[in-house]
């Protein structure tokens, strides 16, 4: 969907300059590796974790020109020690690399891993686009080998700061080896790079920021946007805080690695979507499916999951979505994986079915209205039934539509009015259970997330939503570290006491 957004140790060795001397200072000591204050964090992770010394300095204070400096990684994910390749071009002569780990730390919401020493610089402009596809890669020259040893999973933003003063953002996940018994943050990468214009083209906009010349395809080879984590932060980072505040056990992927890693999820006890997770691959979709349909927990901190179809190429750099499936060559040859919206023709398999709600429409920007307060994910917030939360919808929602299929029993949470395209309707908080004793939970708007910041979310959100949302968010994720949340919290379904509108123009979503 197209949207605005709002927003208030290891061994290195750099690739030309020698510095390999330099590289793999702990961070804060002036030597030696990080690998002893991780292996006291993994006691008791992510506890332990997060009672390590943490910093607010992660964030950029100059991003500077759009060539200043620029990155990307060889790699989405990467297990505990393994290495990655980072591409980098800069103007400057020089540039350093900080890598910060994202989680609590009382509040800093950042602890540094480690440093590298001083990288030379390379001013690499070489951006090829395919025809057809318009398909964007940045063929660089390699800048460094970066080596995790020592650096505990979780989600990581690395920063590199140019001599001359701009700062970029480059993301990557250490991900966990087994998620057996832990509660699963699934980083959204695929919806990250499906909005990515860097180079001209995202999956929404060719160079005239139009979509009649937008991009079939996107590749992971090239830099983020922007600063280079604007939809992580938006999306991710104040949940992945939350979480990890909440001291329950946690294990880190990417969902790209449910893509490449069939029975990834076997065991964990429940897996965490972001703010913002729309495109989904078959192989994606089918993990999810198969973790609740074996008892594991599923939440959706958004709105607009599991919305667009993808399929993967070149070892799951690229990202293919043609967004119809009369244009996709796979049309008429392999119709369960051409690559329009999954619930439309050929192959009908609407999201509702996972999330229990659908997406409607956007932008919209409504109060967040609280339906049964006596649900134990509201227990300790004080919410009262029909208590309000200004700008908590918002900017695309989810509703709990009678004319596509659900799992019942389904309990509506939140039943919020608002108009969107001229239509009165409704956004849904919505929580079922199946057979398996999973519990699926859907927070039926976008701002969940945002909503833990405050009135740092802007939009007219306040410190009230926040300690809302926060204690609705601590509960759920308690609850579902336990097992299947069905067992203990079966759901009770009133989907005939709020009698959602009908609204037949609004079925399929408004693009």
């Given at each position: ?133 318009h398909v964007v890669t940045a063929s660089w020259r390699p800048s460094m080998t970066v080596s995790t040893t020592g650096w505990p999973v979780g989600s990581y933003l690395l920063r590199l700061d140019a001599a001359s003063g701009p700062q ?246 939140a039943h919020s009015p608002l108009t969107c395209d001229g239509i009165s309707t409704y956004s849904d908080s919505a929580y079922y259970t199946v057979a398996s004793g999973a519990g699926v939970f859907a927070s039926g708007t976008m701002r ?64």
């Amino acid at each position: 969907m197209v949207m605005a957004l709002t927003l208030p140790v290891a061994a290195c060795s750099g690739s030309s300059s020698g510095n390999s001397g330099n590289a793999g200072k702990s961070a804060g000591s002036g030597g030696g590796t990080p690998a002893a204050v991780s292996q006291a964090a993994a006691a008791s992770f992510p506890v332990a974790e997060n009672k390590l010394p943490g910093t607010s300095s992660w964030r950029i204070t100059d991003q500077g020109p759009d060539n200043a400096i620029n990155g990307y990684a060889s790699a989405q994910s990467v297990l505990p020690g393994q290495s990655f390749t980072l591409y980098v071009s800069t103007t400057a002569r020089s540039f350093r690399l900080d890598a910060f780990r994202f989680g609590w730390y009382q509040g800093h919401e950042a602890r540094l891993v480690w440093t590298s020493g001083p990288q030379k610089g390379h001013d690499q402009t070489a951006v090829a686009t395919a025809t057809g596809t318009h398909v964007v890669t940045a063929s660089w020259r390699p800048s460094m080998t970066v080596s995790t040893t020592g650096w505990p999973v979780g989600s990581y933003l690395l920063r590199l700061d140019a001599a001359s003063g701009p700062q970029r953002y480059v993301p990557i996940t250490v991900r966990s080896a087994s998620t057996a018994g832990k509660v699963v943050i699934i980083n959204d990468n695929t919806t990250w790079q499906a909005y990515n214009t860097w180079g001209g083209y995202s999956l929404y906009q060719g160079p005239d920021g139009l979509g009649a010349d937008r991009g079939y395809a996107v590749s992971f080879s090239r830099p983020y946007d922007g600063d280079g984590a604007v939809r992580f932060l938006a999306f991710d980072q104040a949940a992945i805080a939350v979480a990890e505040h909440t001291g329950v056990p946690l294990a880190y992927e990417t969902d790209v690695d449910l893509d490449q890693h069939p029975g990834i999820l076997t065991d964990a006890r429940a897996v965490v979507t972001l703010g913002h997770d729309e495109y989904y691959s078959l192989a994606m979709r089918n993990a999810l499916l198969t973790a609740r349909d074996t008892g594991t927990n599923l939440a959706f901190l958004g709105a607009n999951a599991i919305y667009r179809h993808i399929r993967f190429a070149d070892g799951d750099r690229v990202i293919i979505c043609y967004k119809e499936a009369s244009i996709d060559p796979l049309f008429g040859k392999d119709d369960a994986d051409t690559t329009q919206q999954w619930r439309q023709s050929p192959d009908p398999r609407p999201e509702s079915v996972i999330t229990g709600v659908f997406y409607e429409c956007n932008p919209v920007s409504a109060p967040y209205v609280v339906f049964d307060p006596s649900s134990w994910i509201f227990a300790g917030t004080g919410a009262y039934k029909g208590e309000s939360f200004a700008g908590m919808v918002g900017p695309e929602y989810d509703r709990l539509n009678p004319q596509a299929p659900f799992p019942r029993p389904i309990e509506d949470l939140a039943h919020s009015p608002l108009t969107c395209d001229g239509i009165s309707t409704y956004s849904d908080s919505a929580y079922y259970t199946v057979a398996s004793g999973a519990g699926v939970f859907a927070s039926g708007t976008m701002r969940w997330v945002c909503a833990m910041r405050g009135p740092h979310c802007g939009h007219g959100l306040t410190w009230a939503a926040e300690r809302f949302v926060n204690q609705a968010t601590a509960n759920l994720l308690r609850a579902f570290a336990a097992g299947p949340a069905g067992r203990t919290h079966p759901a009770r379904d009133n989907v005939a006491q709020v009698r959602p509108p009908d609204v037949p123009g609004l079925l399929y979503g408004i693009d």
